[in-house]
Nanobody
């Protein structure tokens, strides 16, 4: 099992940017992929982006492609989600999660952080 902890959320105006971080601890992470998800009140948890921890290959949901960028720093054991051109509809609780393989399905991610709140004002 790995432990994940998100940070970097906050309040930002529409059009602004935020960078979320996800610190990894526990079991060696080399065989896992990291994903970012978000969940707004009353809505299902939504996949945003994923990255292979070993190769750095990335994949995105169409809804954020071109605005969000996922990356990782293996030496720091930290993943990142750079979010640009934020809009009020991006307001949600943002989570990072770990899975054994590359996936975009919530139930294929075994370990989750507690989430960090992102609020975008209009």
């Amino acid at each position: 099992q790995v432990q994940l902890k998100e940070s970097g959320g906050g309040l930002v105006q529409a059009g602004g940017s935020l960078r979320l971080s996800c610190a990894v601890s526990g079991r060696t992470f080399t065989r896992y992929a990291m994903g970012w998800f978000r969940q707004a009140p009353g809505k299902e948890r939504e996949f945003l982006a994923g990255i292979s921890w070993t190769t750095g290959s990335t994949y995105y949901a169409d809804s954020v492609k071109g605005r969000f960028t996922i990356s990782r720093d293996r030496t720091e054991n930290t993943g990142y989600l750079q979010m640009n051109s934020l809009a009020p509809e991006d307001t949600a609780l943002y989570y990072c999660a770990a899975s054994v393989g590359m996936s975009r399905w919530v139930n294929e991610f075994d370990d989750w952080g507690q989430g960090t709140q992102v609020t975008v004002s209009s």
